[in-house]
Structures are given as C-alpha cells and as structure tokens.
C-alpha cells in the first residue's frame, strides 16, 4: 500500500494528492485569489488531503476557508494548520448540508476531486448554484472533453446538463507524474461559473429524464429509443425520429419536450 506522511492511501477514497505548485497556481490565478480583492472571497475545498492546496489557498488574503475532508487521518492533520480562517469539516462533501453555505455566499470552489465523484458533485454544485460565485476543479481529461461537446461522439446528457447552467473553460492539461501517486490518466484543470440567466424549462427533472431517455443508446435513433418509453412523440416528423441524439442541440431537446409537453412558452 502507497504511504504519505506515514500515513496509508485509501484507494477507495481516489487518493492522488497534487502535488506541483505550478498547476495549484493557476487555479489560484483563475479565480482571482492573487490579487488583492482576494480579501473578500469565502473558499471551499473538497478532499484537503496533505494540505498542499490549503495552505495555497491560506496564503492567499481570503477571507474564510472550508475544507471537507472524508478521511479521518487526514482531516485531523488539516486541524492542526494553524489559522483562524480555517474550519475544517471531516465528512463526506455529498452527505453535507449546504444550507451551511448561506450566510458567506457566494463562494468559490477549488478541488482536486476524486475521478469518481466528479459527476455526483457537479450535479450537487448544480442545484445549489446560487450560492456559487465560480470555481476550478482537477478532472479526468476524457470527463472534462466530454463535458465541452457539442456534438458527436462523447457527446451526451452531461454536456447538455452542465453547458446549460454553467459557462465552463477548460484549463491546463496535468500529467500523471503532478500528482502522488501517479494517476494512469492525464487530469484537466477545468473552470466553471454558474450562469446568470438560464431558461426555465417546464417540469424541468422530467425534461431531463427524457433526454436521458434519448441517450440511452446513443447509436440507436431517436425513434429506437422512445419506441418502448410511453412518450408520445407523434408530434415528431420522420425526420427528426431518424437522427441520434447526438446530432441535435439544446434547442432542439427544447422544442421536441414542448412538442411532447404541448406547451408553446413557458
């Protein structure tokens, strides 16, 4: 088993701890914690780990700092940092409440997430948006192109998902060996902002439900798909039944859920 600090990693947990100060350095950058208005920015870190970007990040003049730590190890050294901006929380960030969050809004997100959270947190952060002024966070680079399609293949519910309630930038491309241990994949850095007008869309979890249902075998038509689902989609020319979900936009998955929803604005 991989030590650090005498300690062991827990391969359950996905513990690649960042460990080149040059990467760490442009998530601060990107979020502005380098300038001097840093003073007032509330910051939030899932998975503190050894520590290295907390103590990054309290370098910075920030005005608070929140760290979720699952691992009890770990949390506990992240408790012996000696400042007062500092609260560490040793739990698991997707159980937390983030009614928690109120009081400081908005804050700024910075994280090197475990690769198998990384969608159930970006769903998390998603419903709780507007607390959020922006963020970076470290991610599989295969998650992070799939995230930025638009179209084709790797193009899918996650990129409609996110590009629709966030203005999302990919950063710097990390290698295995910034990180101990190595990861086998290269990571992304990977900046999102929520947005500030979004559409409201009419019953908007079954919307997405039934995107889910076009993708649910991306090379099968769109018509393959809802043959068996009790959407009525009689609404839709042969056409359009004969394209993958791949091939069609945000605008398109709106007007074809109005069409089903027989709603014309909402």
Same mark, same amino acid.
């Given at each position: 088993?991989?030590?650090?600090?005498?300690?062991?990693?827990?391969?359950? #947990?996905? &513990?690649? =701890? %960042?460990?080149?100060?040059?990467? *760490?350095?442009?998530?601060? /950058?990107?979020?502005? @914690? !380098?300038?001097?208005?840093?003073?007032?920015?509330?910051?939030?870190?899932?998975?503190?780990?050894?520590?290295?970007?907390?103590?990054?990040?309290?370098?910075?003049?920030?005005?608070?700092?929140?760290?979720?730590?699952?691992?009890?190890?770990?949390?506990?050294?992240?408790?012996?940092?000696?400042?007062?901006?500092?609260?560490? #929380?040793? &739990?698991? =960030? %997707?159980?937390?409440?983030?009614? *928690?969050?109120?009081?400081? /809004?908005?804050?700024? @997100? !910075?994280?090197?997430?475990?690769?198998?959270?990384?969608?159930?947190?970006?769903?998390?952060?998603?419903?709780?948006?507007?607390?959020?002024?922006?963020?970076?966070?470290?991610?599989?680079?295969?998650?992070?192109?799939?995230?930025?399609?638009?179209?084709?293949?790797?193009?899918?519910?996650?990129?409609?998902?996110?590009?629709?309630?966030?203005?999302?930038? %990919?950063?710097?491309?990390?290698?295995?060996?910034?990180?101990?241990?190595?990861?086998?994949?290269?990571?992304?850095?990977?900046?999102?902002?929520?947005?500030?007008?979004?559409?409201?869309?009419?019953?908007?979890?079954?919307?997405?439900?039934?995107?889910?249902?076009?993708?649910?075998?991306?090379?099968?038509?769109?018509?393959?798909?809802?043959?068996?689902?009790?959407?009525?989609?009689?609404?839709?020319?042969?056409?359009?039944?004969?394209?993958?979900?791949?091939?069609?936009?945000?605008?398109?998955?709106?007007?074809?859920?109005?069409?089903?929803?027989?709603?014309?604005?909402?």
């Amino acid at each position: 088993m991989v030590q650090q600090d005498g300690k062991y990693l827990k391969k359950k #947990f996905g &513990q690649h =701890f %960042l460990r080149d100060t040059h990467f *760490i350095d442009i998530m601060l /950058k990107r979020v502005g @914690l !380098l300038d001097s208005t840093a003073k007032d920015s509330n910051i939030f870190e899932i998975g503190g780990g050894a520590g290295v970007l907390t103590r990054a990040i309290l370098a910075c003049p920030v005005a608070r700092l929140w760290v979720f730590e699952i691992d009890a190890d770990w949390a506990a050294d992240l408790e012996k940092i000696d400042d007062q901006r500092l609260t560490v #929380f040793a &739990q698991d =960030f %997707l159980q937390g409440d983030f009614g *928690i969050f109120e009081q400081h /809004k908005p804050w700024i @997100l !910075l994280a090197n997430l475990p690769y198998q959270i990384t969608f159930p947190i970006l769903y998390l952060l998603q419903r709780h948006r507007r607390l959020l002024r922006d963020g970076v966070i470290m991610v599989q680079e295969e998650v992070a192109q799939k995230i930025i399609k638009t179209h084709g293949r790797g193009f899918g519910v996650h990129s409609l998902f996110l590009q629709y309630y966030f203005d999302l930038e %990919l950063l710097d491309k990390v290698p295995p060996e910034a990180f101990y241990p190595a990861p086998k994949v290269f990571s992304r850095l990977f900046y999102f902002k929520p947005k500030q007008k979004v559409l409201e869309i009419f019953e908007e979890e079954k919307f997405w439900r039934f995107v889910r249902t076009c993708f649910a075998h991306p090379r099968r038509t769109l018509k393959n798909n809802l043959l068996s689902t009790g959407y009525d989609f009689s609404c839709f020319d042969e056409q359009t039944l004969g394209l993958r979900a791949q091939q069609l936009t945000m605008v398109d998955f709106l007007n074809l859920w109005r069409c089903i929803v027989k709603v014309r604005e909402w």
